[in-house]
Protein backbone atom coordinates (compact mmCIF):
# COMPACT_ATOMS: atom_id res chain seq x y z
CA UNK A 1 0.00 0.00 0.00
CA UNK A 2 1.11 3.76 -0.60
CA UNK A 3 2.57 5.29 2.41
CA UNK A 4 2.73 8.66 0.38
CA UNK A 5 -0.07 10.64 -0.60
CA UNK A 6 0.74 13.67 -2.62
CA UNK A 7 -1.71 16.83 -2.98
CA UNK A 8 -2.99 17.89 -5.55
CA UNK A 9 -3.50 15.45 -7.35
CA UNK A 10 -2.89 18.24 -10.35
CA UNK A 11 -1.79 21.51 -10.72
CA UNK A 12 -1.81 23.62 -13.45
CA UNK A 13 0.31 27.43 -12.81
CA UNK A 14 1.32 29.88 -15.33
CA UNK A 15 5.19 30.72 -15.62
CA UNK A 16 6.57 32.48 -12.93
CA UNK A 17 4.39 31.47 -10.52
CA UNK A 18 5.31 29.08 -7.66
CA UNK A 19 4.26 25.70 -7.48
CA UNK A 20 3.34 23.58 -3.90
CA UNK A 21 2.69 20.50 -3.87
CA UNK A 22 2.00 18.09 -0.63
CA UNK A 23 2.94 14.67 0.81
CA UNK A 24 1.65 13.16 3.99
CA UNK A 25 2.72 9.59 5.23
CA UNK A 26 1.51 6.72 7.70
CA UNK A 27 4.32 5.58 9.95
CA UNK A 28 7.57 6.93 10.68
CA UNK A 29 10.48 7.41 8.65
CA UNK A 30 14.20 7.47 8.29
CA UNK A 31 14.12 9.96 5.18
CA UNK A 32 11.57 11.94 2.66
CA UNK A 33 12.59 11.82 -0.85
CA UNK A 34 11.07 13.86 -3.76
CA UNK A 35 11.50 12.53 -7.36
CA UNK A 36 10.38 13.92 -11.13
CA UNK A 37 9.32 12.24 -14.05
CA UNK A 38 8.95 13.44 -17.10
CA UNK A 39 6.04 12.18 -19.07
CA UNK A 40 6.59 8.06 -19.75
CA UNK A 41 9.98 8.56 -18.93
CA UNK A 42 12.13 7.65 -15.86
CA UNK A 43 12.02 9.32 -12.11
CA UNK A 44 15.09 11.42 -11.09
CA UNK A 45 15.79 12.39 -8.08
CA UNK A 46 15.89 15.68 -6.69
CA UNK A 47 15.45 15.88 -2.99
CA UNK A 48 16.10 14.37 0.27
CA UNK A 49 15.25 15.20 3.28
CA UNK A 50 15.80 13.66 6.51
CA UNK A 51 13.65 13.01 9.76
CA UNK A 52 15.57 15.32 12.06
CA UNK A 53 15.91 18.20 9.21
CA UNK A 54 12.75 20.55 8.93
CA UNK A 55 13.74 22.30 5.63
CA UNK A 56 16.31 21.96 2.68
CA UNK A 57 17.04 23.98 -0.22
CA UNK A 58 18.21 23.48 -3.65
CA UNK A 59 18.24 25.66 -6.43
CA UNK A 60 14.67 26.69 -7.10
CA UNK A 61 13.14 23.52 -4.67
CA UNK A 62 12.42 23.82 -0.89
CA UNK A 63 11.46 21.22 0.90
CA UNK A 64 10.02 21.12 4.02
CA UNK A 65 9.34 17.93 6.51
CA UNK A 66 6.73 18.07 9.50
CA UNK A 67 7.00 14.44 11.14
CA UNK A 68 4.22 15.41 14.13
CA UNK A 69 1.74 15.77 11.17
CA UNK A 70 3.69 12.79 9.04
CA UNK A 71 4.04 15.92 6.55
CA UNK A 72 6.07 17.38 3.62
CA UNK A 73 5.80 20.06 1.12
CA UNK A 74 7.78 20.74 -2.03
CA UNK A 75 8.02 24.17 -3.43
CA UNK A 76 9.01 25.19 -7.15
CA UNK A 77 9.54 28.57 -7.01
CA UNK A 78 9.55 30.88 -10.19
CA UNK A 79 8.28 27.86 -12.31
CA UNK A 80 9.30 27.52 -15.76
CA UNK A 81 7.19 25.40 -18.39
CA UNK A 82 10.24 22.60 -18.48
CA UNK A 83 8.91 21.97 -14.92
CA UNK A 84 5.99 20.52 -16.69
CA UNK A 85 6.53 16.84 -15.04
CA UNK A 86 4.91 14.55 -12.42
CA UNK A 87 6.22 14.95 -8.97
CA UNK A 88 6.54 11.74 -6.66
CA UNK A 89 7.43 11.90 -2.75
CA UNK A 90 9.15 8.71 -1.23
CA UNK A 91 9.61 7.39 1.83
CA UNK A 92 12.29 5.12 3.72
CA UNK A 93 10.92 3.74 7.09
CA UNK A 94 12.90 2.97 10.14
CA UNK A 95 12.83 -0.54 9.54
CA UNK A 96 16.06 -2.03 8.78
CA UNK A 97 15.48 -3.38 5.44
CA UNK A 98 13.85 -0.66 4.08
CA UNK A 99 12.98 0.18 0.74
CA UNK A 100 11.51 3.40 -0.81
CA UNK A 101 7.70 3.80 -0.97
CA UNK A 102 6.32 5.92 -3.17
CA UNK A 103 2.64 8.01 -3.37
CA UNK A 104 0.46 8.58 -6.26
CA UNK A 105 2.40 11.66 -7.71
CA UNK A 106 1.32 15.22 -8.77
CA UNK A 107 0.87 16.02 -11.84
CA UNK A 108 2.20 19.56 -12.64
CA UNK A 109 1.50 21.74 -15.70
CA UNK A 110 2.93 25.07 -16.32
CA UNK A 111 1.83 27.10 -19.35
CA UNK A 112 3.94 29.28 -20.67
CA UNK B 1 25.56 6.51 -21.52
CA UNK B 2 22.97 5.92 -19.30
CA UNK B 3 23.68 4.51 -15.65
CA UNK B 4 20.68 2.04 -15.73
CA UNK B 5 19.36 0.87 -19.30
CA UNK B 6 16.28 -1.40 -19.37
CA UNK B 7 15.39 -3.95 -22.75
CA UNK B 8 13.39 -3.64 -24.41
CA UNK B 9 11.36 -0.59 -24.69
CA UNK B 10 8.65 -1.62 -25.77
CA UNK B 11 6.75 -5.04 -26.19
CA UNK B 12 3.58 -6.01 -27.24
CA UNK B 13 2.71 -9.40 -26.51
CA UNK B 14 0.01 -12.10 -26.34
CA UNK B 15 -1.87 -13.70 -23.24
CA UNK B 16 -0.08 -16.58 -22.03
CA UNK B 17 3.74 -15.79 -22.92
CA UNK B 18 6.61 -15.66 -20.93
CA UNK B 19 8.46 -12.59 -20.94
CA UNK B 20 11.64 -11.24 -19.72
CA UNK B 21 12.64 -7.68 -19.51
CA UNK B 22 16.05 -6.93 -18.40
CA UNK B 23 18.11 -4.25 -16.73
CA UNK B 24 21.69 -3.29 -16.22
CA UNK B 25 23.31 -0.93 -14.21
CA UNK B 26 27.07 0.65 -14.46
CA UNK B 27 26.42 2.72 -10.81
CA UNK B 28 28.23 -0.19 -9.11
CA UNK B 29 25.40 -0.35 -6.92
CA UNK B 30 24.46 -3.59 -4.44
CA UNK B 31 20.69 -2.97 -4.70
CA UNK B 32 18.24 -3.29 -7.19
CA UNK B 33 14.50 -3.16 -7.58
CA UNK B 34 11.71 -3.69 -10.35
CA UNK B 35 8.68 -1.42 -10.14
CA UNK B 36 5.54 -1.66 -12.43
CA UNK B 37 3.83 1.96 -12.87
CA UNK B 38 -0.20 2.03 -13.73
CA UNK B 39 -1.97 5.20 -14.27
CA UNK B 40 -2.63 7.20 -11.59
CA UNK B 41 -1.29 4.42 -8.93
CA UNK B 42 2.18 5.81 -8.85
CA UNK B 43 4.76 3.27 -8.65
CA UNK B 44 4.40 -0.19 -6.72
CA UNK B 45 7.49 -2.30 -5.74
CA UNK B 46 7.91 -5.80 -7.39
CA UNK B 47 10.95 -7.54 -6.48
CA UNK B 48 14.29 -5.89 -4.55
CA UNK B 49 17.48 -7.15 -4.26
CA UNK B 50 20.33 -6.17 -1.81
CA UNK B 51 22.87 -8.12 -3.14
CA UNK B 52 23.47 -11.34 -5.49
CA UNK B 53 22.44 -13.51 -3.37
CA UNK B 54 19.56 -11.58 -1.63
CA UNK B 55 16.11 -11.47 -3.19
CA UNK B 56 12.90 -10.07 -1.69
CA UNK B 57 9.17 -9.73 -2.71
CA UNK B 58 7.70 -6.42 -3.18
CA UNK B 59 4.18 -5.43 -2.73
CA UNK B 60 2.93 -6.89 -6.10
CA UNK B 61 5.37 -9.88 -6.66
CA UNK B 62 2.18 -12.46 -7.87
CA UNK B 63 2.80 -13.71 -11.11
CA UNK B 64 6.30 -12.58 -11.49
CA UNK B 65 10.02 -14.04 -11.07
CA UNK B 66 13.26 -12.61 -11.16
CA UNK B 67 16.82 -13.53 -11.72
CA UNK B 68 20.00 -11.37 -10.30
CA UNK B 69 22.84 -12.84 -12.45
CA UNK B 70 25.02 -10.62 -11.28
CA UNK B 71 25.78 -7.16 -9.52
CA UNK B 72 25.04 -4.87 -12.50
CA UNK B 73 21.96 -6.79 -13.68
CA UNK B 74 18.70 -7.92 -12.37
CA UNK B 75 15.89 -9.42 -15.03
CA UNK B 76 12.29 -9.38 -14.71
CA UNK B 77 10.47 -12.20 -15.69
CA UNK B 78 6.56 -12.74 -16.51
CA UNK B 79 6.11 -16.88 -16.71
CA UNK B 80 2.50 -16.28 -18.41
CA UNK B 81 1.20 -13.23 -19.34
CA UNK B 82 -2.21 -11.79 -18.54
CA UNK B 83 -3.95 -8.22 -20.04
CA UNK B 84 -3.48 -6.61 -16.22
CA UNK B 85 -0.06 -7.02 -16.44
CA UNK B 86 -0.20 -4.55 -19.35
CA UNK B 87 2.15 -1.53 -17.47
CA UNK B 88 5.15 0.72 -17.74
CA UNK B 89 8.06 -1.24 -15.46
CA UNK B 90 10.95 0.48 -14.26
CA UNK B 91 14.10 -0.76 -12.83
CA UNK B 92 16.38 1.28 -10.33
CA UNK B 93 19.23 0.76 -8.80
CA UNK B 94 20.94 2.66 -5.28
CA UNK B 95 23.74 2.77 -3.02
CA UNK B 96 23.76 0.85 0.49
CA UNK B 97 21.95 4.15 2.33
CA UNK B 98 19.25 4.12 -0.12
CA UNK B 99 19.57 8.47 -0.50
CA UNK B 100 18.93 8.09 -3.68
CA UNK B 101 17.59 5.60 -6.18
CA UNK B 102 18.68 5.59 -9.77
CA UNK B 103 15.74 4.68 -12.52
CA UNK B 104 16.38 3.21 -16.01
CA UNK B 105 13.62 4.17 -18.53
CA UNK B 106 11.44 1.96 -18.98
CA UNK B 107 9.82 -0.65 -20.67
CA UNK B 108 6.43 -0.21 -21.59
CA UNK B 109 4.70 -4.02 -21.71
CA UNK B 110 1.64 -4.61 -23.34
CA UNK B 111 -0.07 -7.86 -23.27
CA UNK B 112 -3.06 -8.19 -25.68
Known amino acids: SQQGEEDPQALSIQEGENATMNCSYKTSINNLQWYRQNSGRGLVHLIL?????REKHRGRLRVTLDTSKKSSSLLITASRAADTASYFC????????????FGKGTMLLVSP | DADVTQTPRNRITKTGKRIMLECSQT?????MYWYRQDPGLGLRLIYYSFDVKDINKGEISDGYSVSRQAQAKFSLSLESAIPNQTALYFCASSGATINEQFFGPGTRLTVL
Open chain 2, 27 to 31: KGHDR
Open chain 1, 90 to 101: ATVTNSGYSTLT
Open chain 1, 49 to 53: IRSNE
